[in-house]
């Protein structure tokens, strides 16, 4: 079941069934003036604080290698194998990474680096509300970003699958009046026989209804077994990696894999937001080999398999990856990292004016060091999703999503084609 308002016009939907015959959330979608929104936007949020200096590695810089004598990725060799891989002369990808390498020399990829937020905190916690809330240093915020996001859209609510958050529960940025579901995993609803839908769900449902935080859906059961209804018939877990596509057999994995799933659904989904764990690594981090290097294995093998899987549908989807701080620029006793203060962010998709190390680079010399041990921050992370939110969604009113923040056009990165 593929089913959008300008295709269920054009072939006679209404005429055929009668607005009466509708489910409640369809025939609101019907009503709407707005055309659906073919944008899609994907959100990574890597916890626990990943080590942008070891993803993003500055090998053009020796105060790198001073830093961080044992766990340092050498400099591009022509191997490649136990070395960085080239981007710009300047900046290198971990080896792990090496799939999203060829994204990036494809223009397919761009990075933002010494990016992230302003607050400076060193807790995980707070940190992480701060960049979901999108409002860092206030804990007052009720509702996230990605929520305001879905609130200042000009596409009016036409299916209950705009918002959706891959994991069994609705993360902190989805939180608010826009609707927004959490899907445990797809492959939770399978299809038991004939009756009505409230009998041909099999588990997942009540978790999904206890789990969900939109008022509307908790609300009204009968758009819930709607909203449910209307997945079954989709099918989305009939839609198998194309192109060759291969996934990491992990949870991560998995959850990317169902995001494109969802997509080629057509459901209607416009934003899905998905996390991966284990970045805090104090300890035997690790370099080339190690800890660090399976977890970017992961990431970059999750992140290119998306993009081949989508295919031509890429057009029209960015990928955002963000994480709550960086690491120190010192390696630790331990050999590995301490909880610091800047990181980069990844930037995936056909809009995407990929090839490119955005940001203003403020070195890792002793005096340009934030507090003298960590990358100074020189990209708000407001500015990459601002610019993401308003030339890629059609956001219109930046202020209302990032409030207090001054998120005008001079100020973006310049990150997506004209």
Not at 147 to 158: D, G, H, K, V, Y
Not at 312 to 339: I, L, P, Y
Request: neutral net charge; contains cysteine; charged residues 20%.
């Amino acid at each position: 079941m593929q089913i959008n308002r300008r295709v269920f016009i054009k072939t006679g939907g209404i005429a055929m069934l009668g607005m009466s015959t509708l489910p409640a959330f369809l025939q609101r979608a019907v009503a709407g003036t707005a055309m659906p929104n073919k944008k899609k936007l994907v959100v990574l949020f890597q916890r626990g604080a990943a080590d942008g200096l070891n993803m993003v590695v500055p090998f053009g810089e020796q105060n790198y290698y001073r830093m961080r004598p044992s766990i340092a990725i050498p400099a591009p060799t022509r191997g490649g194998e136990l070395s960085a891989i080239d981007l710009d002369g300047f900046f290198g990808v971990h080896p792990s990474l090496e799939p999203l390498a060829k994204l990036f020399h494809s223009d397919q990829l761009a990075i933002v680096h010494a990016a992230g937020s302003p607050d400076t905190t060193r807790s995980h916690f707070d940190a992480q509300d701060y960049m979901e809330s999108g409002t860092p240093g206030v804990k007052a915020t009720d509702d996230g970003w990605l929520n305001r996001t879905m609130q200042s859209l000009p596409e009016p609510e036409a299916t209950p699958f705009r918002a959706v958050a891959l994991g069994p529960n609705l993360p902190r940025t989805l939180l608010g009046s826009a609707p927004a579901l959490a899907l445990p995993d797809v492959k939770q609803f399978q299809v038991l026989g004939g009756g009505p839908a409230a009998q041909r769900v099999q588990g997942g449902f009540e978790a999904m209804y206890a789990q969900t935080v939109d008022s509307a859906l908790r609300g009204t059961g009968t758009e819930t077994f709607e909203a449910i209804d209307m997945l079954k018939k989709a099918n989305p877990s009939q839609f198998q990696p194309e192109n060759g596509a291969t996934y990491p057999n992990n949870r991560y994995g998995q959850s990317i894999q169902q995001v494109a799933q969802l997509l080629k659904a057509n459901i209607g989904l416009e934003v899905a937001f998905l996390d991966t764990g284990g970045w805090d690594n104090h300890v035997n981090e690790g370099g080339v080999q190690g800890q660090l290097s399976n977890l970017l294995r992961d990431l970059g093998q999750g992140l290119a398999a998306f993009h081949t899987d989508m295919g031509d549908r890429m057009e029209d989807v960015v990928v955002v990856t963000m994480s709550e701080f960086g690491r120190t620029a010192h390696e630790n006793g331990n050999r590995g990292t301490d909880h610091g203060h800047a990181n980069c962010m990844f930037l995936m998709g056909g809009p995407v004016k990929g090839g490119k190390v955005y940001g203003k680079w403020p070195g890792l010399a002793p005096e340009h060091l934030y507090e003298g041990r960590d990358l100074a921050l020189t990209t708000d992370f407001r500015s990459v999703l601002g610019e993401v939110l308003q030339g890629h969604l059609g956001s219109k009113n930046l202020n209302t999503v990032f409030p207090g923040f001054d998120n005008s056009p001079q100020k973006f990165p310049q990150l997506l084609k004209s």
